[in-house]
Nanobody, 120 residues
């Protein structure tokens, strides 16, 4: 069993910053790509950013130059530094990970989600 636990969401004013973190734990043989999706009310879930185990990153066009994804392979964590936040960044942010578990079965795992609200 694998768990992803997120932290760091909250309320911030436009132009402000937040840092989201996600820790993976459980019976993990290998973590492949990790990343963040978000879902705003009435909208589909969308990719925000992801990072491979080798450190290759991909960001959505809407967050390029503002958000930075990083990971610590020793700690099994992924983080999302969000700067210059805009009201349209308001959403529930979900961490995910592509995992080989202790039996080398491959699955996607998701966190419970953390609310980010950008408002004055």
């Amino acid at each position: 069993q694998v768990q992803l636990v997120e932290s760091g969401g909250g309320l911030v004013q436009p132009g402000g910053s937040l840092r989201l973190s996600c820790a993976a734990s459980g019976t993990i043989s290998r973590l492949n790509t990790m990343g963040w999706y978000r879902q705003a009310p009435g909208k589909q879930r969308e990719l925000v950013a992801h990072i491979t185990s080798g450190g290759i990153t991909k960001n959505a066009e809407s967050v390029k130059g503002r958000f930075t994804i990083s990971r610590d392979n020793d700690q099994n964590t992924v983080s999302l530094q969000m700067n210059s936040l805009k009201p349209e960044d308001t959403a529930v942010y979900y961490c995910y990970a592509d995992v080989y578990d202790s039996t080398w079965s491959f699955m996607d795992y998701w966190g419970q989600g953390t609310q980010v609200t950008v408002s004055s």
